[in-house]
């Protein structure tokens, strides 16, 4: 009953035109740039095409919702939705930004069946996350070499997302996520394990002094996806288990591949497609950057909206972004926070010095169990 006011000839009119709408982006134009040029032209063409592809999703979340006022009894909070009814264009417009919200979200999928029906590589380079003699830098580079993009309009409401909620529970502000904080299981609340027949390995919190002088941006970072239900690697500690160091995932995440496979490297993906990521309820994004200096500490966040992503030959350049990360003195949401290779200086509270900066979108559990462990633990 719930379609049963959608005309499904006008529908199929509604995809065939589209469909060619969207075909007709594709095409090359008359002139083919070569090199950064082409590279730059070719992701945004993809930014159009996901744009008229979500304008799409939109449009027939409207005629859904629209069946279903039709459907649904007289009366209710913003009144009936009868044509020529004084509260039909209330509804009208509440729907219509409702439909822009859903479609926005990625969450209906429509979108993104558009874009595989295409062909398109819905933003992520075509050889994204499978290992190959030459890293995913090469087909990053074929998309987004030398790309300066701002998309301060996508997004621009902050998402209700899995990793929000689950911040808001992780005691942000307070200090103890700062480098003379002091944590306790209640705060690194794994409860994995691994059996051996002399003892029980425990993830490590308590034997490690809570991790009291030390950094916590990995801790922080990594607990919150572990906490949204997102897959999380383990390494080994001297005691037991331990999340691992932002210089070790970034190390990890520089050919393309995750070892275990605990997340995809999305590095050389479209701005507009690491945003859409970031805020939908699927999935989260992980920024994690390798120190220049050698014994110095890297750095890890979680990316709630980019701003800009700036690429130089595949590699991240320059990333603005609103965020979580542990500081020195304890963890915080930030605004157009800004992470600069090294010999890239400017942005607004900046950081700088990274030798690589990668960016990964975290996965959703696919099992009972969210750790993963890198080795066994002797």
Request: hydrophobic residues 35%; proline residues 3%.
């Amino acid at each position: 009953m719930l379609h049963a006011n959608i005309d499904p000839q006008v529908v199929s009119q509604h995809v065939d035109s589209t469909l060619k709408a969207l075909k007709a982006q594709q095409q090359p134009s008359g002139s083919q740039g070569t090199g950064q040029n082409q590279g730059a032209g070719q992701t945004h063409d993809e930014t159009k095409l996901r744009q008229a592809a979500q304008k799409f999703e939109a449009m027939m979340l409207r005629e859904l919702l629209k069946s279903m006022r039709q459907t649904a009894p007289k009366g209710g909070l913003l009144g009936d939705a009868s044509s020529g009814s004084p509260s039909s264009m209330v509804l009208q417009m509440f729907d219509d930004s409702l439909a822009d919200q859903l479609a926005r979200s990625g969450d209906a999928g429509m979108a993104d069946l558009i874009m595989k029906s295409l062909g398109a590589s819905d933003g992520f380079p075509a050889t994204m996350g499978h290992k190959q003699p030459n890293p995913v830098r090469s087909a990053s580079e074929q998309s987004t070499s030398g790309q300066s993009t701002h998309i301060d309009s996508l997004g621009s409401a902050k998402a209700d997302t899995n990793i929000q909620r689950a911040i808001e529970s992780m005691h942000v502000g307070d200090g103890r996520w700062g480098k003379q904080g002091q944590l306790t299981r209640e705060d690194l609340a794994s409860s994995f394990q691994e059996s051996h027949p002399s003892k029980t390995n425990h993830f490590n919190v308590d034997e490690a002094s809570g991790y009291e002088g030390h950094y916590k941006c990995n801790l922080f970072a990594l607990e919150a996806a572990r906490r949204s239900g997102y897959q999380v690697p383990l390494v080994q500690r001297a005691r037991g288990w331990g999340f691992p160091s932002a210089n070790r995932v970034t190390q990890d995440a520089s050919d393309g591949t995750l070892d275990r496979n605990w997340g995809r490297v999305v590095t050389g993906a479209s701005p507009a497609a690491v945003n859409d990521l970031a805020q939908s309820q699927r999935s989260g994004i992980l920024l994690t950057g390798s120190a220049e200096q050698s014994g110095r500490a890297g750095h890890m966040a979680i990316i709630e909206k980019i701003h800009r992503i700036d690429y130089e030959n595949g590699a991240v350049k320059r990333v603005v972004f609103d965020g979580w990360e542990a500081r020195t003195q304890g963890a915080q949401h930030l605004t157009q926070r800004t992470w600069n290779l090294d010999g890239n200086p400017g942005g607004h509270m900046a950081r700088g010095n990274f030798k690589d900066i990668q960016l990964i979108e975290l996965t959703t559990r696919n099992s009972q169990q969210s750790e993963i462990p890198l080795s066994k633990l002797k």
